[in-house]
């Protein structure tokens, strides 16, 4: 990823939310309510004193001591007193970033040794280092997200008191400086938007380099027994090199904004004295008032050029996001949980299911049942993200990893190959589609029709019972890591059910499925029962 794309947003946003409306929401507020109320105490105290300081100024430039001395005296009480408030500013969010880290490492700890998904992880080549991304990622993360936020919210308050101190001075500079915060934050992102994919890269070949001086460590004795110590070395020197190579190329990147940004910094607060010389000189305005408008450019430049000065912190952030965010979105591949769910029909007049929590385990199929309008095919169409009304987490595995049977499948238009292999199946041999048909009992199936390549009206061809079994050979086709079946058997005969689960087991596929109490209990682990009005009950299928 190389830039703030939507899948950054996604990312950030399923990283950052479960904390702030987790059990630890109430301690999580309450101490970013606490430092930026010891902030805004903060600002609103700055806002006074550059009234202050301006009077100061002004009795140092007209040699009237005993003013100047008063003033003097306030600034450095002001000083004194801010000092103990900004170290415990500092303490609070330092906590709050404490807290919330140990929060989500135990969030990604839990779900990492679950249903032996780290197993998977540490051979899927495309997440590298997953437990740096625990160790190191986590606390980057954390440490940068209340930083950040605690620093714009400051800033928007900044930037509100201060634009009323310039105002007041000269309306002309406020829209100079909006001018100048603009073109540098626009500028600056042009000029470093390589540095996020660069970072990114920096991250992953650091902690390759780690990993492999780990290994040496570790296999110490083997390596000295095989004599093997050459080839070490040359790999260690291979993994260094490029970790040096693309260092340099961050730090020339690096180089290039901060020509930029140094020109900006150094000539910005002078664009005050440039712009309220003339009144000066006429005799129209105060010395202390340029002094006071160039504190408060500074201070609001400060406040709103986040992206120029955080630019670089911000291109690392974004790797850090991409890293954590696939970690997480491979830890839950294979993973199917309901977390305090409640769904309501859509004009919330009534609750169908009300704070239900369930994980389902590896290899294990559950079973939902219930009276008719219970509410079970809402909770698959919830899963599916097709139900809206109602609140609660679900984690399942992406669409394309998912497949839904309803009752009546989809019968499209084409033929009997391309029904077969529909959404996503591809190019299959015909052995292969042959093989399928007899599994699902309809080997006969391309004889009666004209061969695979024939088309016909396959609704009215094909009976309903016909047209499930035609939907569980696309299952085997596809091969989703979840099935979830609405009543998927209904139009079959015991015998014909029981041959097509046991083909779904027999291919590993993992399935929910929606149906009678009495004949599917035997295919499921576990029944979950949909008593109404938001009651459920959850059982194991033998009970």
């Not at 504190?295 to 912190?313: E, G, M, Y």
């Not at 499925?513 to 299928?541: F, I, K, Q, T």
Request: charged letters at 20%; aromatic letters at 10%.
């Amino acid at each position: 990823m190389n830039r703030f794309d939507r899948l950054f947003w996604r990312r950030l946003w399923s990283l950052t939310r479960p904390y702030w409306v987790s059990d630890q929401k109430f301690a999580a507020f309450g101490l970013l309510a606490l430092t930026l109320l010891l902030s805004g105490s903060i600002l609103a105290a700055s806002v006074v004193f550059s009234y202050v300081a301006r009077d100061m100024m002004t009795a140092l430039a007209d040699r009237n001591a005993g003013p100047f001395i008063y003033n003097m005296a306030l600034v450095i009480a002001y000083n004194v007193v801010s000092a103990p408030v900004v170290a415990l500013a500092g303490y609070v969010t330092g906590k709050l970033m404490l807290n919330w880290r140990q929060w989500l490492t135990e969030e990604f700890l839990d779900d990492s040794l679950r249903d032996r998904a780290f197993y998977r992880i540490s051979a899927d080549a495309r997440i590298d280092n997953p437990d740096q991304r625990i160790s190191e990622d986590l606390n980057t993360f954390t440490a940068f997200a209340v930083s950040f936020v605690v620093q714009v919210l400051q800033g928007l308050a900044t930037g509100v008191s201060f634009v009323v101190v310039l105002w007041l001075i000269s309306p002309m500079l406020v829209l100079v400086l909006a001018a100048c915060v603009g073109g540098g934050s626009l500028l600056t992102i042009v000029i470093g938007r390589p540095l996020i994919g660069i970072n990114f890269a920096q991250r992953r070949l650091e902690a390759d380099f780690r990993y492999a001086l780990v290994g040496l460590r570790n296999n110490a004795e083997a390596i000295a027994f095989f004599g093997g110590e050459p080839r070490e070395h040359r790999a260690l020197l291979q993994r260094l090199y490029a970790v040096m190579a693309n260092f340099n190329l961050l730090i020339v990147w690096q180089r290039n904004v901060a020509f930029f940004t140094y020109a900006y910094d150094f000539l910005l607060p002078l664009v005050p004295y440039l712009s309220l010389a003339p009144s000066f000189f006429a005799g129209t305005i105060e010395f202390g008032k340029i002094t006071q408008a160039s504190a408060a450019f500074i201070t609001l430049r400060t406040s709103l050029s986040l992206v120029i000065d955080q630019f670089n912190s911000l291109s690392s952030f974004a790797a850090v996001v991409e890293r954590l965010g696939a970690y997480s979105e491979a830890v839950e591949a294979g993973r199917l949980s309901m977390q305090q769910l409640t769904l309501n029909t859509p004009d919330d007049r009534r609750t169908l299911v009300r704070d239900l929590s369930l994980d389902i385990e590896d290899g294990e199929a559950l079973l939902i049942v219930g009276d008719s309008g219970a509410g079970k095919t809402s909770l698959l169409r919830a899963i599916a993200g097709l139900w809206r009304s109602g609140r609660g987490r679900i984690v399942r595995p992406p669409l394309a990893q998912v497949m839904f049977l309803p009752q009546r499948p989809y019968m499209m238009l084409g033929s009997l190959r391309e029904q077969l292999c529909y959404p996503h199946a591809g190019d299959v041999s015909g052995e292969r589609l042959a093989e399928v048909l007899r599994l699902v009992h309809l080997e006969s199936l391309p004889e009666r029709i004209g061969g695979l390549d024939a088309e016909v009206r396959w609704e009215d061809f094909l009976s309903l019972g016909e047209q499930q079994q035609i939907a569980f050979a696309r299952l085997l086709l596809n091969r989703p890591a979840y099935a979830f079946l609405d009543e998927a058997t209904s139009a079959l005969d015991p015998g014909k059910e029981r041959a097509l689960y046991d083909c779904l087991e027999s291919a590993r596929i993992r399935i929910v499925s929606v149906g009678d109490r009495l004949r599917l209990p035997r295919y499921h682990h576990r029944v979950l029962e949909l008593l109404g009005d938001g009651r459920w009950r959850l059982g194991s299928a033998g009970s």
